[in-house]
Structure formats: structure tokens, C-alpha cells
């Protein structure tokens, strides 16, 4: 049996941009929609769970805590799996088990066996899928990564709109036991997509080329968790700020319907507002994408990611003063853009900052770090209501602290990164070799007009010199290594003269 194809990142193999990738973005799309979405979907079930065995309405909310914290939580574990084994295997077996959870929940008999199977083994299976998910969208996507980034990003709002109402819909006709079985045979489509994650390989021929070389000189072995990323300034300061924002940005979507019911507006007015905001956010990832790519905004795409938690923050803020119904559908519209733009650049900002080959590594750490914080964040803001039973404070905290993070973010990269020097471009780089080629041949017709005895050497002479001016001409600023090669090939023309009699002798001889 042959061995499993690892889809390695420093394969040597341009990103397509297109082609399979298109499947890739769709997979990952489905993927996200599912990772994001389902924790969220879930809680349509708690009424029927806390009846089914008389728990609280706190107990029931650790399934949706304990599902986030594996997702997050395990991002250095699914990091190992895939620099071992591959992102392909790892999804499919990720899809197994985000489908057995579910299946085992729907034969649960107290609240622990739904913690240890959805939470648990659901949510280790979907953290398997979602993170080489991204890893492998990295990889077949360079120039159109910002706008791949913002599409795949949209599959969380768009999964939210159906499997909310799905879940009503099941419950109300199988039961959430029935709802369990039939969502757990949803999630086998992670499968699906993990089966379309098919790995970047070189063509053959290059492979026919390169595979002597390959067995003359053994490969080192990649490393299964790759810690050097933290000497990387960028990466850390997006570390930094990446834990502060997730402290406060999903504080305002769990808490914006319960701070509707508080104003004394109907339930499903409430619900409603959660629907605008996903419905605004579906549009506002692809749309972030497209202006992430411009030519003028990717290089600066860290300060357009400041600018947006800046936005969320604010918005947040501003969000505080609601007092009625409208001005919370405002609140919601202008959060749902913010959001979306969140959504839509963090994992590109992260891509661009650490690159292809490390980011496998960067992104199970970067998770690992947010988990905490996302096991905190919300908590901690139902704390705040508790003691000031006023939702003012809680909207203005969660604020405070995605502003502070976008602070962070923009301050820290302004005083401490500094600009790499830019290398030759590749057109010129290609001219360059060209040249080199042509000299090259252009000496080797010399040494054979030498032996064959046909031509004469001032002809020989004057291309030399014609290919040499063109050569400086065209690379002015060439190393002055180059011009000293010139001056060398120039003393090796052929020292053999035509005499004004036919015969051909050396110059020496003829002086």
C-alpha cells in the first residue's frame, strides 16, 4: 500500500488561483458555515433539553461553551495533525467524528453524555475540519486570497439563516432526539468537502527532473508544530490583539436579543434582529474581500483590519444608547457591516503577516490563545449584567475592548515593524537570465567559428561588444561582479587575425 500524500507548504508549486481552488473555496465555505453556525443552531434544542432532564438553563448553555472551546482550543492539535499527515485525511476523519457526536447524542440519557458527545466529540470534529479547511484555501489562493478569504467567510452568516430554522423545524417534528440524528447525518458532508481538499502537487515532468536530486539529498522532516513564528514581531502583536478583541466581539450577538425582550419588544422581534444582522453580514464579507485585494489596500491590509475593529467597536459604543426598537435594527445593520469586514480579514491579515509555509502552525496557536479568551469574554459580560443589571455597561465594555485591541494592532505595527526591502522583481530577474543564456551561446558560436576555422574575429569582436553594451544598458544597477565577467570574456576572444595576404596568424606574430 502506498503512503499518504502529505500536501506539504514549501512544495515549490504556484498557487493557481482559480481552477481546482474554486472546489477548495467551496469546501471551505461549507466548512465554515458548519464550524460557526452549529454551535449557535444547537441552542434551539435547550427548552426541550431542560425539560428533558430538569437542568437549567446555564447547564444547557456549555454545550454551545464547550463546542467554541474545542474549536478554539484545540488549534495547536489540528496543526500537528495536518503537518503529519495531511489536510485531507485530517478533514474526512474530522467529518466522522463531528457526525458520531451527534448520532451519540440523540441516545443521551442525562446532560453529561451531551457535554462528552456534541460538545466534545462534535466539536473536536468540526475544529479537524475547519482549520486545514483554511490551510489548504492558503495555498491555492496568492492573488485572489483577499477575495477567496471573504467568500469562504460568508458561509457563517449563510449557514446561521438555515440551520436555525432548520432546527426549529425538526424539533417541532421529530423531537430533538430525532433533530440530533438527522443533523449528526448533515455533518457528513464535512466529509464530502475534506474529499475535495485534494493537495498541490508539482507536475510530472519537474518531478521526473527533480527526483534524483530528491534521493541524492534527504528532506528535512517539517515540523509538527512550528514555535519559531513567535520571533516574528507581527505575529505576536497580532496574537496580542487578536485575544483582546475576542474578549469583547461576540458579547453584543448573544446578548442584542435579550437586550431587546428588555426594552419590552416581542420574541420574535427580538429574534428578528439577529436575522438582519446575518442577512447584512452575508454581503459585507465577499464585499470587504474585493477592496482587501486592491493593489493600493493588500499591502496595508493590517490598518484596513485596525479600521474595522475601530468600526466594531464604535459601533458597539454608540450601540449602548439604544432605548427603542429602531435604533437597535441600526445598531444591528451597522454591526452586521463591521462584523462582516472582522470576519472577512482576520484569517487573511494572519496569512499575510506569518506566509504559506508557517501559517499552518500559526493559526492552531493563534486559536489556542482566542480560546481562553472566548471562554472568558461572554461570561464575564453575563457577570457585569448580573451585578449592574443594566445592558448599557455591557455593550460599552465589549466596545472598549475591540477598540483596544484595534489599537493595539495599528500602533504596535506603525513603531515596530519595519518595512523589508524590496527584492527585483521577477520580469527582471527572467531579463536578467536571458541575457546570461544569450552570452552564453553567443561564446559558445565563438568557439566553434575558432575551430572550424570559418569567420573572422573582428566580426566576433564587435558582437561581443554589441551584446556587452546591451547588457549594461538594460541593468544599469547590475552588481559590479557582472561587469568584471564582461571585461574577462572580452580578453578571451579568439587571438587569431586574418592577414591582408588570407593567412590566418596569431597576433602576436603578425606584430
Known sequence: MGGVVVDTANSGVKAPDGGWGWSILFGCFVITGFSYAFPKAVSVFFKELIREFGVGYSDTAWISSILLAMLYGTGPLCSILVNRFGCRPVMMVGGLFASLGMIMASFATNIIHIYLSTGVITGLGLALNFQPSLIMLNRYFSEKRPLANGLAAAG???????????????????????????????????????????????????????????????????????????????????????????????????????????????????????????????????????????????????????????????????????????????????????????????????????????????????????????????????????????????????????????????????????????????????????TEAEMEELNKKQHEEQDSGGGTGETTKEQVEQSIKETTTKSEDKEPESIGVDSIELETIPKKVTAANGVVVEPESSL
Open 156 to 434: 457563517s452568516p449563510v449557514a446561521l439563516c438555515c440551520l436555525s430554522p432548520l432546527g426549529q423545524v425538526l424539533q417541532y417534528k421529530y423531537g430533538w432526539r430525532g433533530g440530533f440524528l438527522i443533523l449528526g447525518g448533515l455533518l457528513l458532508n464535512c466529509c464530502a468537502c475534506g474529499a475535495l481538499m485534494r493537495p498541490l502537487m508539482a507536475p510530472k515532468k519537474k518531478n521526473e527532473v527533480e527526483g534524483k536530486e530528491k534521493e541524492a539529498k534527504p528532506q528535512a522532516k517539517p515540523k509538527l508544530l512550528d514555535f519559531t513564528v513567535f520571533r516574528d514581531r507581527g505575529f505576536v502583536i497580532y496574537t496580542v490583539a487578536a485575544a483582546i478583541m475576542v474578549l469583547g466581539l461576540f458579547v453584543p450577538p448573544v446578548f442584542v436579543v435579550s437586550y431587546a425582550k428588555e426594552l419590552g419588544n416581542e420574541d420574535t422581534m427580538s429574534s428578528l434582529l439577529l436575522t438582519i444582522l446575518g442577512f447584512i453580514d452575508i454581503f459585507a464579507r465577499p464585499t470587504c474581500g474585493i477592496i482587501a485585494g486592491l493593489k493600493w489596500v493588500r499591502p496595508r491590509s493590517v490598518y484596513l483590519f485596525s479600521f474595522a475593529m475601530i468600526f466594531n467597536g464604535t459601533t458597539d459604543i454608540v450601540g449602548s444608547l439604544a432605548k427603542d426598537y429602531s435604533s437597535l435594527v441600526v445598531f444591528c445593520i451597522f454591526f452586521g457591516i463591521s462584523y462582516g469586514m472582522v470576519g472577512a480579514l482576520q484569517f487573511e491579515v494572519l496569512m499575510t503577516i506569518v506566509g504559506t509555509e508557517k501559517f499552518s502552525s500559526a493559526i492552531g496557536l493563534v486559536l489556542l490563545v482566542e480560546a481562553i479568551a472566548v471562554l472568558v469574554g461572554p461570561p464575564g459580560a453575563g457577570r457585569l449584567l448580573d451585578a449592574t443589571k443594566n445592558y448599557m455597561y455591557v455593550f460599552l465594555l465589549a466596545g472598549c475592548e475591540v477598540v483596544l485591541s484595534a489599537l493595539v494592532l495599528a500602533i504596535c505595527n506603525l513603531l515596530f515593524i519595519k518595512k523589508k526591502p524590496q527584492e527585483p522583481d521577477p520580469p527582471a530577474k527572467m531579463e536578467m537570465a536571458i
